[in-house]
């Protein structure tokens, strides 16, 4: 196998020899054929994606049936999942703190997988799980991981899905929600780029989580739960379900039909916000 290394800046002394993912490198690391084609393009090595006809790219907005993906190619940004959250999460705290908000409640509402409840449920979480099933926050801090417990205001929930059951468009439910750090690998999904899991493997595990009540699966939960409780403030999380993941992992439905289930938690916490303020202006 040729070096086929496309040097960005000439080597000087003492560089590596070879990009990580030259050809002749990967097959000394992995010992299987490289992912790079001659071209430059490179190869998916998930063999769960050839089944399927339409890869729904779902943070993106395209798929790759409808779209033109290789003339495309654009810069995307996203804001999603623990690290960008905690850090505006930590900077509102701070905020209120200085602002001398009173009682403040702090909610969180968005978008998630379902386990085993029909799509366009909602979920108030109970607790956050993390990727390796506990209910904390763990973060590295100084070398050593530091454990916040993630459990969110039984009451405040129980409010919640007062003023939410009398919405008769949907469901709510109370229930456990799985925090992972990846949308596809952390979620058993099959259809990201990597998968070294089976099909079974997936279903057992989703099976596991319903067991112990977890009722949804989305990026924040843990240390949403964790920070506002270290915080002393209370707070919610509020999501709708876009997809049973026991059913699939593709996100499918219409982006009209996601906008309309995404208003739903808005909906919920607007009539609690309405509660609030007819409790303090009485
Ligand atoms: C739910 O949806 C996003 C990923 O699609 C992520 O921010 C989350 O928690
Ligand atoms: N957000 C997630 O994190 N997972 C899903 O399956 C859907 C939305």
Known sequence: MECDCDYILPTIDGWEEHY?????????????????NS?????????HLTRLTRDVLYHLGF???????PAMFGDVKHGMGIPSMTIL???????????????????????????????????ISSWGL???LKKSYDIPVMGKIMEIPSIFD???????????SEEKGFST????TMAADDFYQGQARLDGPFCDYTESDKVSFLKALVELGV????????????FTREAGLRSADVCVTVINRLEQDQVTPSKSVLLEWQERPMVIIGKYISKYYERINK
């Open 20 to 36: 990580q993912n030259c050809s002749t490198r990967w097959l000394k690391d992995h010992g299987t054929e490289p992912l790079k």
């Open 130 to 132: 993390n990727g390796t």
């Open 63 to 69: 798929d790759n049936e409808h779209y033109d993906l």
């Open 154 to 164: 039984k009451r405040l929930n129980q409010e919640l899905l007062h003023l939410a």
């Open 89 to 123: 999460l930590q900077e509102v705290i701070k905020l209120l703190s200085y602002a001398k908000a009173r009682d403040p409640i702090i909610i969180r509402i968005g978008t998630s997988g379902g386990l085993n409840i029909p799509p366009g449920s909602v979920v």
């Open 39 to 47: 071209d430059g393009t490179f190869r998916l090595r998930n063999k």
């Open 173 to 176: 439910f109370i229930g456990g």
């Open 215 to 226: 009722k949804n699966i989305e990026m924040e939960a843990t240390a949403f739960a964790a």
